[in-house]
């Protein structure tokens, strides 16, 4: 129970951090000794959780990310903290990301806005066809409605796009996001 505490605290802390001394939380949340590795991947770590709803949508998630290499640490979901889904680490660097599961034909602008107030990454896996330029303009949406917002990363089939707030902003974003998302 102490180590779930723990991290349970650890996660609440970052909504006090911000720069610096909020990555090194993420790191230190990641190099916590409550994760294990999941079954036989060393490059997807649990906290444990196996029996949440949305594990499946996760552990599908995790391994889309470390198939473009990079290890997934799949947090715990403490009671009363608003916090991320996921840890992502590739070269030393680990950010925190908010997944979102795109089944249905529904705007993802409406996920997207869930995402506000837990992290400023969020990734969308996309498990179903969607208009590429109402996707691009509900990013760019998201990006305008939250000013904290750093990324968006999507997975679309074995595809890894990444967005950032530069990108979006881009008078060509939908030109340029289009093209990424259709090719």
Known sequence: MGDFYDIAQMLALLHELQGAAFSRQVESIALHAVFTPYKSDANILIAGGEQKSDFDNLLNAARKAV??????????????????????????????????????????????????????????NMQTDYNARLLASDIKAYFEENPSANEVMLFKGNKLILVNRGLARNSMFNRIFRKMYEK
């Open 67 to 124: 198939s473009h290499g990079f290890r997934v640490f799949i947090l715990p979901n403490p009671k009363g903290i608003r916090s991320a889904d996921l840890i992502l680490e590739r070269k030393g660097l680990y950010k925190m990301y908010d997944l979102k599961t795109i089944q249905g034909k529904s705007s993802v602008i409406n996920r997207l806005r869930e995402s506000i107030g837990q992290t400023n990454r969020v990734l969308l």
